[in-house]
C-alpha cells in the first residue's frame, strides 16, 4: 500500500506540474511559434480570463460555462490588441515586445483601479479523494486533463482544419500565401486571438485555486517563458516535450527539496537545455528528422 | 505723514502675516507605502488610515498648531522603489518623518538610508523582531507578542507536532527560527519546515509533503498574495489541519477573500482586526467606513498606523512642537508614550523603541466567522531589551535575532 501511495502521489505531483506548465505556456507558445511575436502581455491574458471568469460565476453561471466566457473574453481583447497595437509592429519584433510589455503594465494597473486590489475568488469545487495516507483534490485531476486536451486540440485545429492549413502556410511563406488568396492580416489576429484565448482558459480554469488580484498573470510567467524557451518555436513538438521534462525535473526536485529547490532545478534546466540546444526542443527533433 | 503711517502699518501687517505664515508651516510626513503589486492588498488600508488621522488631527487644529501635509509615493511592493522614495522624501521633500513599509525585505532596504540622512521612520507592521536603531519606532507586534503566546497555546490544544511553512525571506526565515525554538523550549517536535519563495502559487507537493510528516497543526507564514493560494489547495486537497499564524486574517483578510471553508480553523494572534468587539474599535471602524465606505477591511496594520501618527502627534507636542529627532527619543524615553486607541491602550519602550500590545487570539470557523478564544491583556515588547538592546544608551543600528542576539558589554 505505501508503494502504490507514492507511485499515485508521484505521478499526481508530476501530472499537476506538467498540466501548470502546458497551460502556462500553450498561449504564449502559439504566438511566439507561431507568429514570432513574444507577447509580454501573456500573463495579463491569463488575468483577464480568470476575472472574467469569477465575473460570470457571480452572475450565476456554472464554472465550466464561465470558464469558457473567460476564455472567449480574452481571445476577444487578444485581436482586439493585435489590431490595435501588435499589427503596427509585425516587422519590428523588438518594438513589439516593449508594447505588449507596455500593455501588461497598463492592464494590471488598469484593473487594480477598476476591481480593487483583491476580490473574492469562487473555491474550488469538486472536493478530494483519498489513497493510503494521502488525499488528493479531485480538480487538479480536470487541470490535467484539460492539459492533455489543449494539446490534442492544438494539434486537431493546426493540421485538421482549412484554416490550420492557411495559417501554417502564412507562417511559413507569408508573400506566397498571400499572392494565393490568404488573407494574412485576418490569419494573423486569428492566431493572435487564439493565443489570447489559451491563455484567458488558463487564467479561467486556474482561478478556483488562486488568489484574485490584478497581478495573478506572473506567477504564471515564469514557467511559461522557461517552456517556451526550452521548447523552442513549434507547440507539439517543442512545448509538449519540454513541459513534460521540466514536470519531471520540478515534481522530484520539490518532493525531495521544497519549492525553492524546484524553482533553481526549474532554471537550472532551462540554463543547460539552452547550451546544449540552442533551439530548444523543437530544433533538435526537427535537425533529427533532417 | 499719512503716507507714512500706511507704509508702517502694512509693513507690520507683513510681519504678522509672515509670522502667522511661520507657525502654520505644515508638518510633512512622507508616507511609503505599496499601492500596488503583490502587497497591495494588505496595505492599502494603511495608506487610508493615515489619511484618516491626519484629517483629524487637522481638523482638531494639526500638530503643536501646525497642520499636517502628507507625502505619499506609492511604492509598487518594490524594494528599489522604496530605496528610490526614501532618498526623495528626506532630499527633496524634506519631510520631518516617514511612515513606511510592509515587508520585511522593504524595511532593510531603506533602514540604511534613514540611517545614511539621520531621519525618522515609523514601520508599523507586525515583523520577525529585533531592529535595535534609534532611527526607527515600531508599532507592530513582534514574535514575542505573537509566538510566545500563540505556539504554546496551539501545542496545549492540538498537540506537540508543528509544521511551518513560510515565506523565503528575511520575515520567513527568523519567524521560522522563533517558532523553532518555542516548539523546543514547550517540549514539541518540528517534524518539518519548509520555505516558500515569494510569488510561488502552487503548493500541490508542499500540501503532500506535509500530510506525509503528519503534524498536529500547520503554522503557515506565508506572505503576498500569489502564496495565499496556498489555502484554497489546501482545502481542497482535504488537508483539514489547524493552522497557525501570525501575518494572515489580521493582515490579508484571507478570511474575507477565500470561499468558506477554506481558512477554517486558523488560529491567528493580532493586536487588532475590524471584528475586535470593543467600543474604541468599533468607534474606530465607524469613522474609517465614513471616510472610506469602500474598504474591504481594517487590518492590524491600518489600527496600528492610525496609533502610530497619534503618537507622533503626543511627542512633538509634549516636544513642545519641535519635530527633531533626539527631543522626540527624549520624551519617548520617559517610558509614558501612551495611547488609548482601536486596540486599547498602547505604549512605546524606551530600550526598543517598539509598542506594547493587547494580543487577540482569532479562530476563524467554518463559516469564517472570526471568534476570539483568548485575549492576552498588555503584552510588552520585551526581547530586544532583555537581550540588550538599550537605545537609550547605544544605537548599533542592527537588527538582531534569537541565533545572533546583541554582544552584551
Not at chain 1, 493510503?132 to 494539446?151: K, P
Not at chain 2, 505723514?1 to 507683513?14: I, S
Not at chain 2, 520555505?195 to 500541490?204: A, K, N, Y
Request: hydrophobic share 45%; net charge negative.
Amino acid at each position: 500500500m505505501e508503494f502504490v501511495t507514492a507511485i499515485v502521489s508521484s505521478a499526481y505531483q508530476f501530472g499537476d506540474a506538467f498540466a501548470f506548465l502546458v497551460l502556462s505556456a500553450c498561449g504564449l507558445a502559439v504566438i511566439f511559434g507561431m507568429m514570432g511575436v513574444i507577447n509580454l502581455a501573456h500573463g495579463e491574458f491569463i488575468m483577464c480570463g480568470a476575472y472574467m471568469t469569477v465575473f460570470a460565476v457571480n452572475w450565476g453561471l456554472p464554472l465550466p460555462l464561465a470558464i469558457a466566457c473567460g476564455s472567449l473574453f480574452a481571445g476577444l481583447v487578444g485581436m482586439v490588441i493585435e489590431r490595435l497595437i501588435v499589427r503596427q509592429l509585425y516587422s519590428r519584433p523588438l518594438d513589439s515586445i516593449l508594447a505588449t510589455w507596455g500593455v501588461s503594465l497598463i492592464a494590471s494597473q488598469g484593473t487594480l483601479i477598476l476591481f480593487g486590489p483583491t476580490m473574492r475568488g469562487v473555491g474550488t469545487p469538486l472536493g478530494s479523494f483519498t489513497v493510503g495516507a494521502l488525499s488528493f483534490s479531485y480538480y487538479r485531476l480536470v487541470l490535467m486533463a484539460t492539459a492533455l486536451a489543449v494539446l490534442a486540440l492544438l494539434y486537431l485545429v493546426f493540421t485538421k482544419t482549412r484554416f490550420g492549413v492557411l495559417a501554417r502556410a502564412t507562417i511559413q511563406a507569408p508573400h506566397m500565401a498571400n499572392a494565393l488568396g490568404v488573407d494574412t492580416s485576418r490569419i494573423y489576429a486569428y492566431t493572435f486571438g487564439i493565443g489570447a484565448a489559451l491563455a484567458g482558459l488558463t487564467g479561467g480554469i486556474y482561478a478556483p485555486t488562486m488568489t484574485m488580484i490584478p497581478t495573478m498573470g506572473t506567477t504564471f510567467i515564469m514557467e511559461a517563458f522557461v517552456t517556451v524557451v526550452v521548447g523552442g518555436a513549434d507547440v507539439f513538438l517543442g512545448t509538449a516535450p519540454a513541459a513534460a521534462l521540466l514536470a519531471v525535473v520540478k515534481a522530484s526536485l520539490t518532493s525531495w527539496q521544497g519549492q525553492l529547490a524546484g524553482q533553481i532545478g526549474l532554471l537550472l534546466a532551462v540554463i543547460i537545455v539552452i547550451r546544449l540546444l540552442p533551439k530548444g526542443i523543437t530544433g533538435f527533433i526537427l535537425k533529427d528528422r533532417a | 505723514m499719512t503716507v507714512r503711517l500706511l507704509q508702517a502699518t502694512m509693513l507690520a501687517c507683513a510681519f504678522a502675516l509672515s509670522g502667522a505664515a511661520y507657525a502654520a508651516d505644515p508638518i510633512k510626513i512622507g508616507v511609503l507605502e505599496d499601492q500596488s503589486g503583490d502587497f497591495a492588498a494588505a496595505t492599502i488600508g494603511k495608506v487610508h488610515a493615515i489619511e484618516l488621522a491626519a484629517e483629524e488631527i487637522n481638523a482638531a487644529g494639526g500638530i503643536a498648531g501646525r497642520p499636517i501635509e502628507l507625502v505619499v509615493y506609492d511604492t509598487q511592493s518594490d524594494n528599489n522603489r522604496y530605496q528610490e522614495f526614501m532618498r526623495r522624501v528626506l532630499q527633496r521633500d524634506k519631510v520631518d518623518v516617514v511612515f513606511a513599509g510592509f515587508s520585511s525585505a522593504s524595511r532593510e532596504a531603506y533602514r540604511p538610508i534613514v540611517n545614511q540622512f539621520d531621519g525618522l521612520a515609523f514601520y508599523n507592521n507586525q515583523y520577525e523582531g529585533g531592529v535595535c536603531d534609534a532611527n526607527m519606532i515600531v508599532t507592530g507586534a513582534v514574535p514575542e507578542q505573537q509566538f510566545s503566546t500563540l505556539i504554546p497555546w496551539m501545542m496545549e490544544t492540538y498537540g506537540k507536532r508543528v509544521y511551518t511553512i513560510a515565506a523565503d525571506y528575511n520575515f520567513g526565515q527568523i519567524s521560522a527560527e522563533w517558532v523553532r525554538n518555542i516548539v523546543k523550549e514547550s517540549g514539541g517536535e518540528m517534524v518539518g519546515e519548509e520555505f516558500i519563495p515569494l510569488g510561488v502559487s502552487q503548493f500541490s507537493q508542499t500540501i503532500q509533503n506535509i500530510q506525509t510528516a503528519k503534524p498536529d497543526f500547520v503554522v503557515t507564514l506565508l506572505v503576498g498574495a500569489a502564496q495565499a493560494s496556498y489555502y484554497e489547495q489546501a482545502a481542497s486537497a482535504n488537508l483539514g489541519l489547524p493552522m497557525a499564524s501570525s501575518v494572515n486574517v489580521g493582515q490579508g483578510y484571507e478570511h474575507k477573500r477565500f470561499t468558506p471553508p477554506s481558512l477554517a480553523n486558523m488560529y491567528v494572534t493580532t493586536n487588532y482586526i475590524e471584528e475586535v468587539d470593543t467600543p474604541a474599535s468599533k468607534a474606530f471602524l465607524e469613522k474609517f467606513h465614513a471616510k472610506y465606505p469602500n474598504e474591504p477591511y481594517v487590518n492590524q496594520e491600518a489600527a496600528n498606523s492610525y496609533i502610530a501618527m497619534n503618537l507622533y502627534k503626543q511627542m512633538v507636542e509634549r516636544a513642545g512642537g519641535s519635530t527633531k529627532r533626539d527631543d522626540l527619543r527624549a520624551e519617548l524615553a520617559k517610558g509614558d508614550v501612551c495611547f488609548d486607541g482601536p486596540s486599547g491602550n498602547v505604549c512605546l519602550d524606551p530600550k526598543s523603541q517598539h509598542m506594547s500590545h493587547t494580543i487577540f487570539l482569532a479562530k476563524v470557523g467554518d463559516d469564517h466567522s472570526i471568534s476570539f478564544p483568548k485575549v492576552w491583556e498588555n503584552i510588552k515588547p520585551y526581547w530586544l531589551g532583555d537581550a540588550g538592546c538599550d537605545l537609550t544608551q547605544a544605537d548599533p543600528d542592527e537588527q538582531y535575532t534569537p541565533s545572533n542576539p546583541p554582544t552584551k558589554q
